[in-house]
């Protein structure tokens, strides 16, 4: 079993920084992609930040110069250095990882359970 546990969100004041963690745990053979999505009350789940299969990086046009993904492979682990919060950036982040849990196993998609970033103005 495969459980991806997320910290670091909390409420902030506009123009503040926040940093997110997400670890991984359980049977990991490899990761694949790792990212993040945030979801806003009533609206979709969207891409934030996301390391690709290739190793490069994917940003929301909404978050580029003040996010920034990073990632400790030894310690499957995936970060988010969030800076200059605003107030939209208020949801619930969740982390993502796609990976395998045995060799030539088949890739599958695992979520944490969300942690809350409040952005007051």
């Known amino acids: 079993q495969v459980q991806l546990v997320e910290s670091g969100g909390g409420l902030v004041q506009a123009g503040g920084s926040l940093r997110l963690s997400c670890v991984a745990s359980?049977?990991?053979?490899?990761?694949?992609?790792m990212g993040w999505y945030r979801q806003a009350p009533g609206k979709q789940r969207d891409l934030v930040a996301a390391?690709?299969?290739?190793?490069?990086?994917n940003y929301a046009d909404s978050v580029k110069g003040r996010f920034s993904i990073s990632r400790d492979n030894a310690k499957n682990t995936v970060y988010l250095q969030m800076n200059n919060l605003k107030p939209e950036d208020t949801a619930v982040y969740y982390c993502?990882?796609?990976?395998?849990?045995?060799?030539?196993?088949?890739?599958?998609?695992?979520w944490g359970q969300g942690t809350q970033v409040t952005v007051s103005s």
């Open positions: 993502n990882m796609a990976l395998r849990t045995r060799y030539q196993g088949n890739l599958y998609d695992y």
């Open positions: 359980g049977r990991i053979f490899s990761i694949n992609v």
């Open positions: 390391f690709t299969s290739g190793g490069s990086t």
